[in-house]
């Protein structure tokens, strides 16, 4: 088990080494490059998480209001377009990224 181990570490070793050669690094150094994944920020999902993060701020001024014994009649509908909000953005984030919501 060991030599086979060992063989096949001597084998990658050689191939990182003709790799890197001289001659072949600026074709490594682009097929490197190129298999690198599209990490380009998608301005829709960055849009959703800034507005569930603001109505996550507002929802917890919602509560602090009440708490401090604002009348829940004046705050009930503002807490639904706040909810409205955050369930639609959270609906853009799943569209976007391929999964349910409630996942993240």
Same mark, same amino acid.
């Given at each position: 088990?060991? *030599?086979?181990?060992?063989?096949?570490?001597?084998?990658?070793?050689?191939? !990182?080494?003709?790799?890197?050669?001289?001659?072949?690094? +600026?074709?490594? *150094?682009? #097929?490197? =490059?190129?298999?690198?994944? &599209?990490?380009?920020? &998608?301005? #829709?999902?960055?849009?959703?998480?800034?507005?569930?993060?603001?109505? &996550?701020?507002?929802?917890?001024?919602?509560?602090? #209001? !009440?708490?401090?014994?604002? &009348?829940?009649? !004046?705050?009930?509908?503002?807490? =639904? +377009?706040? /909810? /409205?909000?955050? /369930?639609? /953005?959270?609906?853009? !984030?799943?569209?976007? +990224?391929?999964?349910? #919501?409630?996942?993240?």
């Amino acid at each position: 088990m060991k *030599i086979k181990s060992l063989r096949f570490e001597l084998e990658q070793a050689a191939t !990182l080494g003709t790799s890197f050669a001289p001659h072949h690094v +600026r074709e490594t *150094i682009k #097929a490197l =490059h190129n298999a690198q994944p &599209d990490i380009s920020l &998608d301005s #829709a999902a960055v849009a959703a998480e800034q507005v569930i993060h603001e109505c &996550d701020t507002t929802l917890t001024r919602y509560r602090e #209001a !009440l708490e401090a014994g604002t &009348d829940p009649t !004046l705050v009930a509908p503002l807490d =639904h +377009r706040n /909810s /409205s909000s955050t /369930s639609r /953005s959270a609906s853009t !984030l799943q569209a976007r +990224r391929g999964h349910p #919501a409630d996942e993240q």
